[in-house]
């Protein structure tokens, strides 16, 4: 079993910056990728950005220049800084992990971030 704890949300402005945490409860090193999903009201939950074991990266058109995830395995943490923040990007944001061993998919209980002014 992998707990997922994320942090770090909350409102800042338009053109604003935030930096979320996804705390694990398992080295990530064991996780064959992580990730990080939103879910606006009234839609479905997207993929927000993602980092392969290998940290290899990929984002979603949406945030390509303004968001950087990263990670640090000394830390069992993975990390989304947000830049150049606009008011679509008002989400809930969830982290989110696959086991590399049985293939198992773990979410954390989501972080609000709400851009506005």
């Known amino acids: 079993q992998v707990q997922l704890v994320e942090s770090g949300g909350g409102l800042v402005q338009p053109g604003g910056s935030l930096r979320l945490s996804c705390a694990a409860s398992?080295?990530?090193?064991?996780?064959?990728?992580m990730a990080w999903h939103r879910q606006a009201p009234g839609k479905q939950r997207e993929l927000v950005a993602s980092?392969?074991?290998?940290?290899?990266?990929d984002y979603a058109d949406a945030v390509k220049g303004r968001f950087a995830i990263s990670r640090d395995t000394s830390k069992n943490t993975m990390y989304l800084q947000m830049n150049s923040l606009k008011p679509e990007d008002t989400a809930l944001y969830y982290c989110?992990?696959?086991?590399?061993?049985?293939?198992?998919?773990?979410w954390g209980q989501g972080t609000q971030v709400t851009v506005s002014s």
């Open positions: 989110f992990a696959r086991a590399a061993v049985t293939s198992r998919d773990y």
């Open positions: 398992t080295s990530i090193i064991r996780l064959n990728a």
């Open positions: 980092i392969s074991r290998y940290g290899s990266t």
